[in-house]
C-alpha cells in the first residue's frame, strides 16, 4: 500500500508504504529499487501525504516519529534534534513587533537596526526529536548581556527587557542527552540605536546652542554699559 510518493530528481522517486520506504531509480541504462525497513528499534508507522522535499532532505512523517532523509546521502535517521527559532518580537512604544517584518531577520550573519525605544525581545523557540522528545532540554544566551549560556531547562522562550543601546547577538540550541551533543545553533543578531540625546552630536550641538546665548548675553550686556 503507498502512502506518498516525491520526486528526488528528474529520474527518481521516493515512496512511503505500509512496508517502508522504496527509492525508484529508472534511466535509459538503468533502473532499481531499494528497500528499507527497520529506521528505528520502535520502527516507524508512516502516514498518507506525509512527504515534504527541503533542499536536500526529504521529511517523512509518521505515527511514532520523524524521518529525515537527506537523498544526496545513504538513507538515516537524524540523531540530532531539529531546532528552529520560531518566532520573535522586540518591544516598541508599549506594543510588539515580529521581527519577521524585517528582511534580514532570519540571517545570523547580518545584523538587524533597531530604534533606541526597541529595547524589549521576546523569543520562542522549538526542538523536535519524536523518539526522545520528552527529554530535550535548551539553552540560550544572549551576548553583549548574559555572560554565558544559561542552564539547561525544558524553557523554550526567552524574554529581555530595557536592553541598553549596543550590539547584541541572541543564540538558542536544545540537545537530548544532557548537553553531550547539541542540536545546530540558531542565532539573532540585532543592534539598538543610541538615543540622539546621548549621542557626541547632541552635546556638541548643546555646547555650540550656549557659547551662543553666552555670546549674546554678553553683547547685551556691553550694549548697555
Keep these: 500500500l503507498v502512502y506518498s510518493i516525491i520526486w528526488l530528481n528528474n529520474s527518481t ?3 512511503s508504504t505500509n512496508l517502508g520506504l522504496d527509492i ?3 534511466t535509459p541504462k538503468d533502473h532499481y529499487v531499494k528497500h528499507f525497513t ?3 528499534d520502535k520502527g516507524l508507522n508512516f502516514n498518507p501525504n506525509s512527504l515534504c522535499k527541503l533542499d536536500d532532505i526529504v521529511w517523512v512523517g509518521a505515527n511514532n516519529g520523524l524521518l529525515a532523509y537527506n537523498h544526496t546521502k545513504n538513507l538515516k535517521v537524524t540523531t540530532s534534534p531539529y531546532f528552529n527559532i520560531v518566532d520573535a518580537k522586540v518591544s516598541s512604544k ?4 515580529d521581527l519577521s517584518t524585517f528582511s534580514n531577520w532570519a540571517d545570523s550573519s547580518s545584523s538587524i537596526s533597531l530604534e533606541s525605544f526597541q529595547n524589549g525581545l521576546t523569543v520562542h523557540f522549538h526542538g523536535i526529536k519524536f523518539s526522545n522528545q520528552q527529554n530535550i532540554r535548551y539553552q540560550y544566551y544572549l551576548e553583549g548581556f548574559e555572560e554565558g549560556w544559561s542552564e539547561l531547562s525544558t524553557n523554550n ?3 529581555y527587557n530595557n536592553l541598553y543601546p549596543g550590539d547584541y547577538k ?3 540550541r536544545c540537545t537530548t542527552d544532557g548537553g553531550i551533543s547539541f542540536s545546530e545553533e540558531k542565532a539573532i543578531r540585532f543592534n539598538i540605536a543610541t538615543p540622539f540625546y546621548k549621542t557626541s552630536f547632541f552635546f556638541v ?3 555650540c546652542l550656549l557659547s551662543a546665548i553666552a555670546a549674546i548675553y554678553y553683547g547685551v ?3 548697555s554699559l
Design 13 to 15: 522517486l521516493l515512496a
Design 24 to 26: 525508484i531509480s529508472f
Design 38 to 40: 527497520n529506521f528505528t
Design 94 to 97: 508599549q506594543k510588539w513587533i
Design 157 to 159: 522562550s526567552a524574554m
Design 170 to 172: 541572541f543564540r538558542a
Design 205 to 207: 550641538l548643546i555646547l
Design 221 to 223: 550686556f556691553e550694549l
